[in-house]
């Protein structure tokens, strides 16, 4: 079973539409999460971090349910722009303290249509 | 501001050959790590270094070697080039945002395809 877990997609959603991803992670150590945005034959590009209380930057809403081990990116009013691969990321401390484990998913890919 | 910068863009080797993959970053970063993304993997750690003339192995390290003997810079070197580390290798360096909160910031990436 992989550290950290996305439905690759793609999903395909109309201009307008609300979309949801969800990650799942397996390592109980994991103590911080982001999502990165990844474009086509591009470098990832933080797009937020998530915070225990949920967070919200403009369109975008990251939530974390630690008691489930999954977090979760909400994107409003898709744009043709937001089409892109995301890729949700767990950072957790190793036992021997001072390296942090950063583990990727694999990407949940977005297709937003005109 | 460059950012994290990679050279080469793509590279094709020959089974056995070795080559290094150069990069730098000009924001003053201690931490800079290597990745390799893979199909239906996610990106991997290679090696990692949290500082000049420090470097350490991640999660994939076999067939890699590091040094970082400057802030700027940090090469990853293929020692003898096999089909298996047919991928495309992400730099990144970090900083620290507080509140446990890191940005990463990658380079443009390597394609590297061997034959």
């Known amino acids: 079973r992989k550290e950290v877990e996305q439905d690759p997609g793609p999903f395909n959603v109309p201009e307008g539409a609300t979309v949801a991803f969800n990650c799942t992670y397996s390592n109980s150590a994991s103590q911080s999460f982001f999502w990165y945005r990844q474009d086509c034959r591009k470098e990832p590009k933080l797009l937020m971090s998530?915070?225990?209380s949920g967070n919200e930057d403009g369109r975008f809403t990251a939530q974390l349910n630690r008691a489930s081990q999954y977090i979760s990116l909400l994107i409003r009013d898709s744009k043709l722009s937001d089409s892109a691969t995301y890729l949700c990321v767990a950072r957790a401390r190793q036992h021997s303290g001072g390296y942090q484990k950063v583990t990727f998913g694999t990407g949940t890919k977005l297709q937003v249509i005109p | 501001n460059a950012g994290v910068t990679q050279t080469p863009k793509f590279q094709v080797l020959k089974t056995g050959q070795s080559m290094t993959l150069q990069c730098a970053q000009d924001?003053?970063?201690?931490?800079m790590s290597w990745y390799r993304q893979d199909p239906g993997m996610g990106l991997r750690l290679i090696h990692y270094?949290?500082?000049?003339?420090?470097?350490d192995q991640g999660e994939v390290p076999n067939g890699y070697n590091v040094s970082r003997s400057t802030t700027e810079d940090f090469p990853l070197r293929l020692l003898s080039a096999a089909p298996s580390q047919t991928s495309v290798y992400f730099c990144?360096?970090?900083?620290?945002?507080?509140?446990?909160?890191?940005?990463?910031?990658f380079g443009p990436g390597t394609r590297l395809t061997v034959t």
């Open positions: 924001m003053n970063h201690e931490y």
């Open positions: 270094s949290v500082g000049a003339g420090i470097t």
């Open positions: 998530v915070y225990s």
């Open positions: 990144a360096s970090r900083t620290y945002l507080g509140a446990g909160s890191y940005e990463q910031y």
